[in-house]
């Protein structure tokens, strides 16, 4: 091995502890995968690193893991494309999981989701348990645990929660049972929000403990941030409305100071919702204009739907609701919900808008709207949306 290439892999190494204490979208740990991609570069200039591929792969996942975390929808499709013509280029049982995840998380947050399931599920099926954990030091995240992840998360906007839940149980079993810290921050907090996605509000709440704790003991600063922010919107869906504008605050900030802007649309939600409650409706209204532009500046889709909808909720909190514009921003959430397939946000913006209807006097026009979407799913009916759903439909009814 040349002086060069083993310059190359300790600055490899470094990636992964500044990912994960500085975060990864800081000015660290960007310049840390930038001085590795010029050292690879000056090591093939004299073709002294042509027999390791997998530390250009390492390369190639780490910019995209800082573009993602600074989300730019139109960069990550850019690299997400990178990493994968790569992997397939090369081949082997590492590259081809790590660079269909990218793909999948790549399509997934810009608004594919039916489209990024098959990625997650193919790096599942071929993700090679002994050489990965070979590699687990050096991989940023185990593929198999990430895979199940983000297909958790794909699978509820879907709508099958049911299947969700499998697999963000899954996806925490096996990050505890290879026992890779990387993975365990990651897998506790990311199953974490599909537990409250799904309504789970005491498990998830058990899981931002354990990640507070996490979080702690490994000096990790952006999983400190989603720690308080996850604390935040689950405090907000059981009532502890102070305690969710407090976290969500303290939160956003510290996730921003990391230079992370992903998820922040979703997360801004969630304290506007809980800022209207308090009736801070100036601030709410403030906030939620910001994460809509947000989302339109950097193409971080997924959630459009959602905010959207909070958005329409927020304008029917002050003391003369303004319905109109609420019904405007529930069908632009019901558009954007049917256009991605994310039949869970399109039930809570049916909901939404039967709500409105029903206090209009238009109640056989929302049985009629809300009646379908409900009628869609096919299992998890004793999650929260679903409960509620149904609720609502027997309302209208009677």
Request: hydrophobic share 45%; aromatic share 8%; net charge neutral.
């Amino acid at each position: 091995m040349t002086l060069r290439s083993e310059q190359v892999r300790l600055q490899i190494a470094l990636l992964q502890p500044l990912f994960y204490t500085k975060g990864f979208a800081a000015p660290e740990s960007k310049a840390a995968v930038n001085r590795a991609r010029e050292l690879i570069q000056a090591a093939e200039k004299l073709g002294e690193i042509s027999g390791s591929p997998l530390l250009l792969l390492s390369v190639l996942n780490g910019a995209f893991a800082t573009n993602y975390a600074n989300f730019n929808g139109d960069n990550i499709r850019v690299l997400s494309g990178q990493v994968l013509a790569f992997a397939e280029k090369i081949g082997g049982p590492v590259p081809l999981p790590v660079a269909n995840n990218v793909m999948g998380m790549s399509l997934l947050t810009t608004g594919e989701i039916g489209a990024s399931v098959k990625y997650f599920r193919r790096a599942v099926s071929l993700y090679d348990p002994a050489a990965h954990q070979d590699r687990a030091r050096q991989s940023i995240n185990d593929p198999k645990s990430l895979a199940l992840v983000y297909l958790s998360w794909a699978e509820w906007l879907l709508g099958h929660p049911e299947v969700a839940i499998k697999n963000a149980k899954s996806a925490l079993a096996y990050a505890r049972e290879i026992d890779q810290a990387a993975t365990l921050l990651f897998a506790v907090s990311l199953t974490a929000l599909t537990h409250f996605l799904c309504g789970n509000h005491e498990i998830a709440m058990s899981q931002v403990d354990e990640l507070t704790n996490l979080a702690s003991a490994k000096d990790a600063e952006q999983w400190r941030a989603a720690a308080l922010i996850q604390r935040g919107y689950v405090c907000g869906a059981i009532g502890r409305v102070s305690d969710a504008v407090e976290n969500l605050s303290a939160g956003l900030n510290l996730w921003r100071s990391t230079g992370a802007t992903l998820h922040v649309p979703l997360f801004q939600g969630f304290l506007a919702f809980a800022k209207g409650k308090i009736k801070h409706l100036e601030e709410a209204s403030q906030i939620i204009d910001h994460a809509i532009k947000m989302i339109e500046t950097t193409k971080e889709t997924w959630c459009q739907a959602e905010v959207t909808r909070i958005a329409g909720e927020i304008a029917l909190m002050s003391a003369e609701p303004d319905a109109a514009k609420a019904g405007e921003y529930f069908e632009r959430a019901l558009t954007i919900a049917r256009q991605q397939q994310a039949k869970s946000w399109e039930l809570r913006a049916a909901m939404s808008m039967a709500r409105l209807w029903r206090e209009q006097g238009k109640r056989d026009e929302a049985r009629d709207l809300l009646g379908p979407v409900y009628g869609w799913f096919t299992e998890g009916f004793d999650t929260l949306d679903l409960k509620e759903a149904k609720a609502l439909l027997a309302e209208l009814a009677s």
